[in-house]
């Protein structure tokens, strides 16, 4: 098995304004990638994690372990993009009103389900990170 190209992946709606955005925060951050939720890698490292595919945003970093789902994800991706806490404050506080009125805009028919909260990496899901990672695309742009 090779070494994947990134240690942690964003997984995002790639139509979804607020999905763009974080990725776009994650810019100065080499070591993740970006894949839209519904490539088949992030439907069954979902469903390998959840047991099921839930729509929402995610990340996954393979050396912590980790996989944070909605909210926690998007304070993850602020904390870690070195954005100010009162940034990280405002996206957890109102991520529900955000990602409801980016939905409308968007015309985006899918309802957001409700994760929350940061999960041990199942290992089934840990044993698809690899391709997970492959499959994710570049966000970095040096010199950010």
Same mark, same amino acid.
């Given at each position: $098995?090779? +070494?994947?190209?990134?240690?942690?992946?964003?997984?995002?709606?790639?139509?979804?304004?607020?999905?763009?955005? *974080?990725?776009?925060?994650? !810019?100065?951050? +080499?070591?993740?990638?970006?894949?839209?939720?519904?490539?088949?890698?992030?439907?069954?490292?979902? /469903?390998?994690?959840?047991?099921?595919?839930?729509? *929402?945003?995610?990340?996954?970093?393979? /050396?912590?372990?980790?996989?944070?789902?909605?909210?926690?994800?998007?304070?993850?991706?602020?904390?870690?993009?070195? $954005?100010?806490?009162?940034?990280?404050?405002?996206?957890?506080?109102?991520? /529900?009103?955000?990602?409801?009125?980016?939905?409308?805009?968007? =015309?985006?028919? !899918? +309802?957001?389900?409700?994760? %929350?909260?940061?999960?041990? $990496?199942?290992?089934?899901?840990?044993?698809?990170?690899? /391709?997970?990672?492959?499959?994710? =695309?570049?966000? %970095?742009?040096?010199?950010?």
């Amino acid at each position: $098995m090779t +070494e994947p190209r990134f240690t942690a992946v964003l997984l995002s709606d790639g139509d979804c304004p607020f999905c763009s955005a *974080a990725s776009t925060a994650v !810019r100065q951050l +080499e070591s993740v990638g970006v894949v839209s939720w519904s490539e088949p890698a992030a439907q069954a490292f979902l /469903e390998a994690q959840f047991g099921e595919t839930p729509f *929402a945003l995610f990340f996954a970093d393979c /050396e912590a372990g980790t996989v944070w789902a909605g909210r926690a994800a998007a304070i993850e991706l602020c904390e870690r993009a070195g $954005m100010p806490v009162l940034v990280r404050d405002i996206v957890g506080e109102n991520y /529900e009103r955000l990602a409801d009125a980016v939905r409308v805009v968007s =015309g985006t028919d !899918r +309802e957001i389900e409700p994760y %929350h909260d940061a999960y041990p $990496m199942a290992s089934d899901a840990a044993a698809l990170f690899d /391709e997970l990672a492959a499959s994710a =695309g570049r966000t %970095h742009v040096p010199g950010t």
